[in-house]
């Protein structure tokens, strides 16, 4: 892990810095070292750690760093998720404008309709845009729809690349970027979270998957569970006979 003491504009690394720390919860201070892991100008996780003696605070610092190296592919797909939540739920209240401006047959606020179109794509635009703001609900329905797609996206591929967290646990003191001075969210929970959420949606698509690879993709039923260990039961109930 690249470790530096100030910020760079990009790249992954951890900025360092030994002292005295202050937790926030309880405005407790202590001697010891804090890990910031940036990506670029962004922050993506934060950590404290009570050390004495600045040499052993930079060497426990220099650990803890190099510990979340494995995961940092991962938490960076997991930032872009969470960012994509925050336009997404921007992207749902618009929806609901949109669609009560639908049902009562009038215009969209000379705000939010703007701002609903500068949330869609180009695409989205031609397809769906009719160019007046009574009629922006079908909009806002395909906006809302990519910005699902690509949190699911994000959590499968975060799922993908997280290594084996048996094998290398996340450090219980790292913590998303708190807000205001105030605590982040732990870090190992957000994550632990975040990469069910992204199995489940793995999940949900093995009944679809194993009907197109037999069907379209011409495998055999064989070769399906000798692939997925998913039992022959299991395969025979999805396909016809």
């Known amino acids: 892990m690249n470790i530096t003491t100030g910020t760079r504009e990009k790249g992954v690394y951890v900025i360092r810095t030994v002292g005295t720390q202050t937790w926030a919860e309880d405005s407790a201070q202590a001697h010891g070292v804090r890990l910031e892991l940036m990506d670029g100008l962004q922050s993506i996780a934060v950590c404290k750690l009570e050390v004495p003696g600045a040499v052993a605070a930079e060497e ?13 592919r991962t938490l960076r ?6 960012r994509l939540r925050g336009h997404l739920d921007s992207a749902r209240r618009l929806l609901d404008e949109a669609e009560d401006a ?16 500068a949330m869609a794509t180009v695409q989205e ?11 922006l609900a079908p909009l806002a329905r395909l906006i809302v729809a990519r910005m699902e797609r690509q949190i699911n996206e994000g959590l499968r591929k975060a799922l993908a690349f997280a290594p084996d967290p048996t094998e290398g646990p996340i450090h219980p003191a790292w913590e998303l970027p708190g807000l205001g001075g105030m605590p982040g969210k732990s870090l190992a929970q957000e994550v632990a979270r975040d990469l069910l959420a992204g199995w489940a949606s793995v999940r949900d698509l093995r009944d679809p998957l194993i ?4 069907q379209d993709a011409g495998l055999t ?13 299991t395969i025979n109930r999805l396909l016809p006979a």
């Open 60 to 72: 426990r610092g220099t650990e803890v760093a190099e510990a979340i190296e494995p995961w940092t």
């Open 77 to 82: 797909y997991l930032a872009v998720v969470r």
């Open 102 to 117: 639908e049902e009562y047959g009038r215009p969209m606020d000379d705000v939010d309709a703007p701002a609903l179109r």
């Open 125 to 135: 635009r031609k397809q769906a845009d009719p160019g007046d703001d009574y009629d």
């Open 211 to 214: 009907t197109w690879a037999v």
């Open 221 to 233: 039923r064989t070769e399906v569970q000798q692939r997925t260990s998913v039992s022959r039961s």
